[in-house]
């Protein structure tokens, strides 16, 4: 009797927490179908276009002005820091004065580079994520 009764209560247990595994994996499922309604609303409002226009206006504003502004004769002006000379060891003189230089044509700096090369993983990392 008393084996049947630690059985029972084994088998009792045994199924208790397979029913509790089955509700964890229904909630489960019903988070995975709510995030995915959400993810294709928004889907539907135009992600698409937002994401277009945030590239065509990044790159116009980073290469696209710039490089024209540079054939009809916009000055371009560079800052520069330029350390001024030192005497007696360093102990006279020494500091860092800014300059301005006016150059001609495109600059092409570190940052456009960086720019470009976040936009480009942004958007195409967006689409190889469908």
């Not at 990044?58 to 520069?80: H, N, S």
């Amino acid at each position: 009797m008393g084996v049947s009764s630690a059985m029972g209560y084994i088998f009792r247990f045994m199924a208790e927490a397979r029913k509790s595994k089955d509700d964890a994996f229904k909630r489960l499922i019903g988070t995975q179908e709510a995030s995915s309604k959400s993810a294709d609303s928004a889907a539907q409002r135009g992600g698409v276009w937002v994401r277009r226009f945030l590239v065509v206006s990044v790159v116009l504003a980073v290469i696209g002005f710039p490089f024209i502004a540079a054939f009809v004769q916009v000055p371009t002006f560079v800052e520069v820091n330029e350390r001024t000379r030192e005497w007696v060891f360093g102990l006279i003189g020494g500091r860092d004065q800014i300059a301005y230089h006016e150059i001609n044509g495109y600059l092409l700096v570190k940052e456009n580079r960086t720019v470009l090369l976040a936009l480009s993983s942004f958007y195409f990392g967006q689409a190889a994520g469908k």
